[in-house]
């Protein structure tokens, strides 16, 4: 129904011809307020994030350009420590497994919580509510206990991954073994995440318009159709957005192999992630300049890939404007 | 909705109260009095020195403290374990702020810490007091020259703990006393369809340090009135050999390479996976604790001295132990050394400590005590250990030199034994290997390299 | 006019089917396995966990649920309780902040142009590029600066922050939130405020639900801030406090009692309140006031 009241704003100075000044004037107070109330929105989490990203980010990054002996003071180094980092095997090792890691975690995941969230928002049964509690426990847990369980798991002593070999008189492989340590970490992720992921996706479905899916049925669509042809673009921006997110928090990796480091017989090396080692640098190592530059290193390297990914899917769909 | 959090809220803020809504609040020239305490305060006017330790009788230890000082008072919290009480100490120094006035350290982080003037020297504050109560070893291990940084509180002599029901079940009469003996022995087990001997694990580099030192490597020399320079050794005759032996074991399948302190070498250790188990004076209590002795193994374990290269010329060696060290960031610095010479250091205290298995005092006055010497030990089935093992392995330790980047170095070190665990490379090239890492990085850090 | 429906029919719903069920199924027991080895196994003490009888995934002989929780309530004169009471406390007043400042923020960048929108928005996105391990330190300088590391606000003000949720927010909100409706309460009279309190925040509501859940669970699973940010074991929440356990198990003894049974048991006591906040808030996804038309 269109009325004049419900006209957009921008529209009313088109319409009339009369005092040019009058209503550009009305227009850019009425845009300024627009504005305003904009900025005033956003402004409580500005805040925040200012005082707490930026701020600290800036003085990271200054300390990034001084390097510290241990033996030596502090002197100003300027990009030596990203030049370090660039050429420092430690780092690029680390780098590539975060790359190898996040092109077959991620689909895989993504895979998996598309389809549960799909299923589970096509299905009303008790089951289907049960499941969804299930699917969202592990993401309840978190790492450090997780890793715990899967300590026990794992473990070729008493895990029952051991038990079910024996049965068949084999030993079982050790997931935690440098052969078996990608396979073993995926798990991990995968069981711990894919719950984060399906809330994010049923929600963003729950949102759509079901006249829709109406009008659809109407046309005779099958549920797949439904849902492939439907649903899934009708989701698209989340998807990307989740997608994003996902990438920058796998070449962040961190949390799980720490964690399981510890039980791991000697596969997680102190630089086995990027992040692990700037940890280390700072932490155990006493050395936070070059530290910072790893963590910057590390931000460039993600920024190219985001970068990257956007590009390639800059047709289905956009976050960002 | 909005109510049910509300109220949620604040019941949550409810229970976390008396959390200590602000850290220590200084005025100029005063000590401060702290909020943070887990312990609670007896004289309340007395000033408080903050402490972090994670002791597992800590409480007991403080509340002894307390009742028996009006002058001071100890402000106790469990910053961590280990690693991570490390890096909060670490990050505290780095910001120049939230260290505490005395910390728990393993001698093996002092110097690390010292070169970053984040410790004191507390010879000026009495330290040499309590110096006759500790062997020359505990000394040099906290000492750097006349400087003294911390005070010891417990340390590790190593030992050979073994499961004696294997060993008869194999004919092994007596333990080995010597390396050679101990492959020996290792094969006759072998062959009998045996379990393994012992274990390599990587994530323990302090014994194999130690095992190093005690064929005569000496890894490190360091001192810090010379902060700059540092001879680094580890490619020598001693350490190649050693290195070499455990890698032939690891080879003929006679010890097994898995990490320690972990649940799976526990359930080995229980099941009698592994015959000996080299380790340290606080090995019965860390075991027990791990819930080792509670079934059919209980009973089985005994411990006889660490075998030697030399018999005419044995030589002990240390892993672990800790101390009391007052940080650079202390408000008062002599209150904090009277705490740092006096907590873990009563009467009350060490025997609690001792008999609950806690830790092996290093204090001489406990080490001299007929209870302690004639203690029978219940883990080994009434043996008494101190006398017979830890006590003498104690009195002739030597101490160690420690570099100040031991972390680094033992990181170095896991890396290359996680090679040999794993076939990749030799105990000589591992030695080597290990020379070139720690001479490059020690170059890279500034220092000299002799 | 608009009009408004109530609980959509979901006729796009089909009956269920063996196939949908059959998948939801295996994904249910993937994902139960680990948590029903937590439940066994805080019924076991420290002997049964490494030498139990019928193995990882039954139960042992000695069934000690009672006793363990006994152990776990008393241990340290209750640490526990306060360790869970401390995660309750950041998690509900971390997480529902982080949410107020996301939804506002969410809805302002996706309902209102203004001039360095986009800019603002990409800085937003470039800064979590750089892994959070960089900024520990300089935060805790900072926060050490202002007396407040160690305390409460330590862990609760940087928990303000979720940039995921101001992205989240921002498309839900492009989504679900007609600019006309906006424009119609505009012209009616109605100051921004209103207009996002009584207009805009009805249709944002499963999106709020879930950007609160996800804040919650976040705050609450939130390990290396605290840890990093509290020395005083009366702050730690609950991950940190079964971490601090951890350590202690592993390389040290408990003073003779072994800790592996407290920590299994207070891992699986701790997944309970997030089951609560999960069952409450679940029921708020369906109940969306959904647009039936606007034409």
Redesign the interface.
């Known amino acids: 129904m269109t009325d004049a009241g419900t006209l957009p704003v921008e529209n009313l100075g088109q319409n009339r011809r009369g005092s040019s000044v009058d209503h550009r004037s009305r227009r850019t107070s009425r845009e300024r307020k627009h504005s305003l109330a904009g900025w005033l929105f956003i402004a409580p989490f500005g805040a925040v994030f200012v005082i707490f990203l930026v701020a600290p980010l800036a003085y990271a990054l200054y300390l990034s350009l001084f390097t510290k002996g241990l033996a030596t003071g502090t002197t100003f180094s300027g990009f030596g420590n990203y030049v370090k980092a660039f050429t420092d095997p430690s780092f690029l090792k680390g780098i590539w497994f975060v790359i190898r890691f996040s092109l077959v975690l991620i689909p895989v995941q993504m895979a998996v919580s598309l389809a549960a969230a799909l299923v589970l928002d096509n299905v009303t049964s008790r089951f289907a509510r049960f499941s969804r509690l299930m699917i969202f426990l592990p993401y309840a847990v978190p790492a450090v206990i997780g890793a715990l369980m899967w300590g026990f798991l794992y473990s070729p002593s008493f895990g029952p991954l051991q038990q079910l070999f024996s049965l068949i008189g084999q030993k079982a492989p050790f997931l935690l073994s440098p052969t078996n340590i990608f396979g073993g970490l995926m798990n991990v992720v995968t069981w711990q995440w894919a719950g984060y992921y399906v809330i994010i996706i049923f929600a963003a479905l729950q949102g759509i318009d079901p006249t829709i899916y109406e009008a659809a049925k109407i046309d005779g669509a099958s549920t797949r159709q439904v849902a492939f042809r439907i649903k899934v673009p009708m989701i698209s921006s989340a998807l990307i957005l989740i997608l994003v997110f996902a990438l920058i928090g796998t070449l962040q990796f961190f949390t799980e192999p720490q964690v399981l480091g510890p039980i791991a017989n000697g596969t997680i090396t102190p630089y086995f992630t990027p992040n692990i080692y700037a940890f280390n640098l700072a932490f155990t190592y006493a050395q936070f300049n070059y530290a910072s530059a790893i963590s910057f290193a590390l931000g460039i390297v993600v920024f190219i890939g985001v970068y990257i990914f956007l590009f390639l899917t800059r047709k289905r769909g956009s976050f960002l404007s | 909705m909005l109510v049910t959090l509300t109220s949620a809220v604040a019941i949550a803020a409810t229970l976390a109260a008396c959390s200590g809504s602000a850290g220590s609040s200084t005025t100029a020239g005063t000590s401060p009095k702290l909020t943070n305490c887990t312990n609670k305060m007896v004289n309340k006017d007395a000033p408080q020195v903050s402490v972090w330790a994670w002791y597992p009788n800590m409480a007991k230890v403080v509340d002894n403290f307390n009742n028996t000082h009006t002058d001071v008072q100890v402000c106790w919290t469990v910053a961590g374990q280990g690693a991570p009480e490390y890096a909060k100490f670490q990050t505290a120094v780095s910001a120049g702020k939230g260290a505490p006035d005395v910390i728990m350290l393993e001698a093996d982080q002092l110097t690390g810490f010292e070169i970053q003037k984040a410790l004191v020297d507390l010879s000026p504050f009495g330290a040499n007091d309590v110096k006759k109560n500790f062997s020359d070893g505990a000394w040099k291990d906290v000492s750097q020259g006349k400087a003294v940084y911390a005070i010891p509180v417990d340390g590790g002599p190593m030992a050979m703990i073994y499961r004696s029901d294997v060993f008869t079940k194999f004919g092994i009469t007596t333990p080995p006393t010597t390396w050679k003996e101990y492959e020996a022995d290792a094969q006759k087990v072998k062959d009998a369809g045996g379990p393994l001997f012992g274990d390599l694990g990587s994530n323990v580099p302090a014994v194999i340090t130690a095992l190093m030192t005690q064929k005569g490597a000496v890894p490190f020399t360091y001192d810090l009135a010379d902060p700059q320079k540092i001879s680094i050794k580890l490619d020598d005759q001693a350490t190649k050999d050693v290195l070499t032996y455990w890698a032939g074991l690891v080879k003929k399948g006679l010890v097994g390479t898995q990490d320690q302190f972990t649940t799976d070498y526990i359930s080995g250790v229980v099941g009698g996976s592994y015959a000996t188990y080299v380790s340290a004076a606080w090995a019965p209590g860390y075991l027990t604790g791990a819930g080792v002795g509670k079934g059919t193994e209980k009973g089985q374990f005994a411990v006889a001295p660490l075998p030697q290269w030399d018999p005419s010329n044995p030589v002990s060696v240390n892993w672990g132990g800790s101390t009391f060290a007052v940080t650079s960031q202390a408000t008062d610095k002599k209150l904090a050394a009277e705490v740092a010479k006096g907590l873990y250091a009563d009467d009350a205290s060490l025997t609690d400590g001792w008999k609950t298995q806690t830790i092996f005092p290093l204090n001489q006055g406990v080490l001299k005590s007929d209870a302690f010497i004639n203690n029978p030990v219940d883990f080994f089935k009434g043996q008494t250990a101190n006398k017979d093992v830890y006590i003498p392995a104690e009195n002739q330790y030597k101490g160690f030199n420690y570099s100040p980047f031991s972390v680094f170095y033992y990181a170095q070190l896991q890396a290359e034994v996680v090679k040999i665990n794993a076939g990749q490379t030799t105990g000589d090239q591992a030695a080597t290997d290990l020379q070139a890492t720690m001479v490059t990085y020690a170059k890279s850090q500034g220092f000299t390299v002799k | ?1 608009t009009t408004v429906t109530a609980a ?7 009956r ?1 089917n063996v196939i ?2 059959l ?3 295996v ?2 027991v ?6 029903w ?2 439940i066994v ?1 805080s019924t076991k003490d ?2 049964g ?4 009888s019928a ?3 039954w139960f042992d002989k000695n069934f000690d649920l009672i006793g363990n929780l006994r152990d776990l309530f008393t241990f ?1 004169d209750g640490i526990y ?2 360790w ?3 995660s ?2 950041y998690a ?2 971390g997480g ?1 902040g982080a949410t ?3 939804v ?2 969410g ?3 996706a ?5 360095g ?2 800019l ?3 800085i ?8 959070l ?10 926060l ?2 202002l ?6 606000w330590a862990v609760i ?2 928990s ?2 979720s ?2 949720g ?3 927010m ?3 909100v ?3 939130v007609p ?2 409706l906006l ?2 309460a ?2 009616d009279g109605a100051g ?1 405020l209103r207009t ?1 309190f009584q207009v805009a925040l009805p249709l944002m509501r ?2 709020v ?2 950007v609160l ?2 804040s919650i ?1 976040g705050t ?2 939130n ?2 801030l605290p ?2 940010m509290l ?5 730690y929440p ?2 940190v406090g ?3 356990w ?15 049974s407290l ?2 048991i207070g ?1 699986l006591i ?2 309970i309140p ?2 609560v906040a ?3 808030l ?1 029921k ?3 109940n ?1 006031l ?4 606007l ?1």
Request: zero cysteines.
């Open positions: 006019m959509p029919s979901r006729t796009h719903r089909t269920p949908t069920h998948f939801l199924g994904l249910v993937y994902f139960l396995v680990p948590i080895f937590l196994a420290a002997h966990l490494f030498a139990g193995g990882a995934l340290n309780l306060r869970i009471g401390n309750l406390l509900l007043s529902v107020v400042l996301s506002l923020a809805y302002g960048f309902k209102f142009r203004f001039r929108r986009n603002t928005f990409a937003l996105l470039g800064s979590v590029m750089v892994p391990t960089a900024l520990v330190i300089p935060t805790f300088i900072f050490s600066q007396g407040l590391t160690d305390t409460i003000l940087p303000l922050l940039p995921f101001v992205y989240l921002r498309v839900y492009a989504e679900a600019d006309e424009d119609a505009r012209l921004e996002f499963p999106a639900v879930t859940l996800l669970v609450w699973n390990y290396f840890l990093a020395s005083n074991s009366n702050l609950i991950t079964i971490g601090l951890e350590g202690l198990a592993s390389s040290n003894n408990g003073g003779g009692q072994s800790l592996w920590i299994i891992s701790s997944i997030l089951i999960f069952l409450t679940q708020y996804w369906q969306g959904t647009l039936g038309s034409k």
